[in-house]
């Protein structure tokens, strides 16, 4: 699925889907690359701004984007609110959202290209997209290579902050309030993600081993503690307070503790692509400063994760 993206306010009718159900994205079909060519998306228009009237920002984006009048951006769209399909099948929520406010300031559309995350990363080795933004944790091991056979590795530019979380039934049955509850349960996460890795750091203390309920996509994990798969979920903080307050009305889904090593969230780009990553850089400083980015936050009630500076490569 391919869209390109304009700001708008989704968190009413994204509520709204969720109350239905617990699993948002039912409809849209495969999460994979075969999934890009979709139908959907959020209408055209996307940058807002003409070239001319972005000025110094349009003319910091290495020619070839200039050209396109595009930046390409790999994302797996299965993760509410970050980003997600909306009721009437086009990509929603806080990254698509922050895409088009960059988009507006650079004077280009940014096209979000549905895939696995895995695939994301594949995609931006072979130049399938120009960068990845979805709810990727910039880490110094990204940095050196996010993927064994990354060349150079890659920058982020930071945009947002948020931590893991845990995820329980809402009447919480096994009384788990962190992560040092977790040994002897059903603990599901995404595959490849900070999640998993949580999972894998809490395994090391248990003598009662954790049993990994490991999902290519998230909404699989949360549709995993539904049914009784698993007992915990762990998930990114925003998601994981999304669906305590949206899925089944809210009655569903309860999240125990504290949040878990809050860290950036980088848009990723190529090492070899300094250009387009300075660009991003000051385009997210630019929405900070101009109120932009404050709205989205505000329209998906996600404020906690807010920057004051955009940074690069600031994870650890």
């Known amino acids: 699925m391919t ?5 708008r306010s989704r968190l009413a009718a994204a509520g709204a889907v969720a109350a239905a159900g617990v699993l948002l994205l039912g409809a849209c079909g495969d999460q994979t690359d075969d999934a890009d060519s979709g139908s959907g998306g959020s209408g055209s228009g996307g940058g807002g701004e003409s070239g001319e009237a972005a000025g110094e920002l ?50 280009v559309d940014f096209v979000f290209e549905n895939g696995t995350f895995d695939g994301l990363i594949l995609g931006l080795n072979n130049g399938r997209h120009d960068v990845i933004m979805s709810a990727m944790t910039d880490t110094a091991e990204r940095q050196q290579g996010v993927s064994e056979d990354a060349e150079g590795g890659a920058d982020f530019v930071n945009y947002f902050q948020a931590g893991s979380a845990l995820l329980v039934a809402a009447d919480n049955p096994e009384g788990v309030e962190s992560v040092d509850d977790l040994c002897g349960l059903s603990v599901a996460a995404q ?50 307070l999304y669906n305590e307050l949206t899925a089944g009305g809210g009655d569903l889904f309860t999240v125990v503790g504290e949040q878990i090593d809050a860290a950036p969230y980088g848009i990723a780009v190529s090492k070899e692509n300094t250009e387009l990553r300075d660009a991003l850089q000051a385009a997210v400083q630019e929405i900070i400063d101009n109120g932009a980015y404050a709205e989205v936050l505000a329209e998906w009630s996600a404020e906690a994760g807010a920057i004051e500076e955009a940074t690069v490569n600031a994870g650890e």
Request: proline content about 6%; charged content about 25%; aromatic content about 4%.
């Open 58 to 107: 349009f003319d910091l984006l290495p020619q070839d984007i200039q050209d396109a009048g595009e930046i390409k951006v790999g994302s797996d769209i299965a993760y509410a609110p970050i980003e997600f399909i909306d009721e009437n099948d086009e990509i929603a929520g806080i990254d698509p959202d922050i895409g088009a406010a960059l988009g507006e300031v650079l004077g």
């Open 191 to 240: 595959q490849g993600t900070a999640n998993e890795a949580v999972i894998e750091a809490a395994q090391e203390n248990c003598d009662e081993p954790i049993e990994p309920v490991i999902n290519e996509v998230d909404s699989e994990s949360i549709t995993a503690l539904q049914n009784g798969r698993a007992d915990v979920v762990v998930t990114d903080y925003p998601v994981a």
């Open 3 to 7: 869209a390109r993206l304009t700001r």
